[in-house]
């Protein structure tokens, strides 16, 4: 039988074409793996790996160098390794920043000690290793004019190696009560015992537990204040309120990865298998800079009611997080600001939080900021900021604090 002429190149027309898009998919799925490898963090350097065997011993002080990323005119900085704790007492390892006037020491230095925001929870995403590691720190210059040291962790598991438990309230209250003992041990430092503890969002989660804790943990530092931002309270329902944002979808992914890596009861039950692969992908990344493209990217997997197949206030998952919850008593005076246009935090669940603190005994000084939004209310020229400072003062003045509970 004779081939037809006009077949031939027709199958060779199409078995060309079958090459051409073979190649064309093998070219989308090289740039999709570039580019899923160039969204991750760079992984931290030499400086956050910890000596082979680090002392068990909590708040000591393990390496410091020289640091200049974004530190304040007037001011010196330095970055540290010190040992920490996890929530069961284990030892682990975490990097903080140290910030010093260059005014001269009167004495021991009173201290700030920062909790920062969400950045993310791979151990790329320490503020330390950022190029902007002071965002949504307000009054940084009035810190340095004031001559006030600040000491700013990252958390554990987020420079140094190890999982970060986000949004774990006593292993926070660690790193922030062992980065000012670790600092405290440079003698040249000069760092006094009286702190004021500064947090925003999941730091002002961290800065409410630390103030909770601070009293059995770290009894030789007198904590003159606690200043909780925009906190994470009520972490179920400010969660599972925002979670069908993108920026909740994120914020979800982390909490359920990080959670399930703590506490392994929480199971499947709250999130199918592809969507937990998809949250664990998005975990991989921070959420402050460009690469976060790729996390957005990817919420566009998760479902329109957000990443949870049920409410998390129910079973193991609402146990943890009720046992996360910062409803502990504190001893320092408590400030709580608030901004009421806060896309994230929303303002009625904190003042209902705020209420059942007051009703529980805690004085708490609640100020609420109308038209500042959750990033607003710490950018420069928020109305809280002088405020805070001023409030600050008063703290380590040793002045007696007001409450607003009787107003409520």
């Known amino acids: 039988?004779?081939?037809?002429?006009?077949?031939?190149?027709?199958?060779?027309?199409?078995?060309?074409?079958?090459?051409?898009?073979?190649?064309?998919?093998?070219?989308?799925?090289?740039?999709?793996?570039?580019?899923?490898?160039?969204?991750?963090?760079?992984?931290?350097?030499?400086?956050?790996?910890?000596?082979?065997?680090?002392?068990?011993?909590?708040?000591?002080?393990?390496?410091?160098?020289?640091?200049?990323?974004?530190?304040?005119?007037?001011?010196?900085?330095?970055?540290?390794?010190?040992?920490?704790?996890?929530?069961?007492?284990?030892?682990?390892?975490?990097?903080?920043?140290?910030?010093?006037?260059?005014?001269?020491?009167?004495?021991?230095?009173?201290?700030?000690?920062?909790?920062?925001g969400t950045t993310g929870i791979a151990?790329?995403?320490?503020?330390?290793?950022?190029?902007?590691?002071?965002?949504?720190?307000?009054?940084?210059?009035?810190?340095?004019?004031?001559?006030?040291?600040?000491?700013?962790?990252?958390?554990?598991?987020m420079g140094a190696p190890g999982h970060h438990a986000y949004l774990v309230g006593q292993v926070a209250a660690y790193s922030v009560l062992d980065s000012v003992?670790?600092?405290?041990?440079?003698?040249?430092?000069?760092?006094?015992?009286?702190?004021?503890?500064?947090?925003?969002?999941?730091?002002?989660?961290?800065?409410?537990?630390?103030?909770?804790?601070?009293?059995?943990?770290?009894?030789?530092l007198e904590i003159a204040g606690v200043a909780a931002m925009a906190p994470v309270t009520e972490l179920a329902a400010m969660l599972g309120k925002g979670a069908s944002s993108a920026f909740g979808e994120i914020i979800s992914a982390y909490l359920y990865t990080a959670y399930r890596r703590l506490y392994p009861e929480i199971g499947e039950a709250y999130v199918s298998r592809f969507h937990a692969m998809v949250a664990k992908?998005?975990?991989?990344?921070?959420?402050?800079?460009?690469?976060?493209?790729?996390?957005?990217?990817?919420?566009?997997?998760?479902?329109?009611?957000?990443?949870?197949?049920?409410?998390?206030?129910?079973?193991?998952?609402?146990?943890r997080l009720a046992q996360n919850g910062p409803n502990g008593a504190i001893d320092a005076p408590l400030l709580l600001a608030q901004g009421l246009a806060d896309e994230v935090i929303d303002p009625a669940l904190q003042e209902g939080y705020v209420a059942r603190r007051c009703a529980a005994g805690q004085p708490v000084d609640y100020r609420e900021y109308p038209g500042l939004t959750h990033v607003s209310l710490v950018e420069p020229g928020s109305a809280l900021t002088p405020q805070l400072l001023a409030w600050t003062e008063d703290r380590f003045a040793g002045k007696p604090a007001s409450s607003t509970c009787s107003q409520r």
Request: with cysteine.
């Open 181 to 220: 003992n670790a600092a405290r041990q440079m003698a040249d430092w000069q760092l006094g015992e009286r702190v004021v503890v500064w947090g925003h969002s999941q730091g002002g989660h961290a800065a409410l537990w630390t103030g909770m804790r601070a009293g059995a943990d770290a009894p030789e």
């Open 281 to 319: 992908d998005i975990s991989r990344r921070c959420i402050l800079d460009w690469r976060a493209v790729w996390s957005l990217a990817l919420t566009r997997l998760l479902p329109d009611q957000g990443l949870f197949l049920q409410p998390i206030s129910e079973g193991p998952f609402g146990d």
């Open 1 to 116: 039988m004779q081939e037809n002429p006009d077949d031939t190149r027709k199958g060779g027309r199409g078995r060309a074409a079958g090459k051409w898009l073979g190649g064309l998919g093998l070219l989308l799925a090289a740039a999709l793996a570039a580019a899923w490898w160039a969204t991750l963090p760079d992984q931290p350097g030499a400086f956050y790996t910890p000596p082979p065997t680090p002392p068990a011993e909590p708040g000591i002080l393990l390496r410091s160098e020289a640091y200049d990323t974004d530190i304040p005119a007037g001011a010196k900085g330095w970055r540290i390794l010190y040992t920490s704790r996890l929530e069961d007492g284990s030892p682990t390892v975490a990097s903080a920043i140290v910030v010093l006037p260059d005014i001269p020491a009167q004495g021991p230095r009173p201290v700030i000690a920062w909790a920062h």
């Open 123 to 157: 151990p790329g995403c320490a503020p330390s290793t950022s190029p902007a590691p002071f965002g949504g720190t307000p009054g940084m210059d009035e810190v340095v004019e004031r001559g006030w040291a600040m000491v700013a962790t990252d958390y554990a598991g």
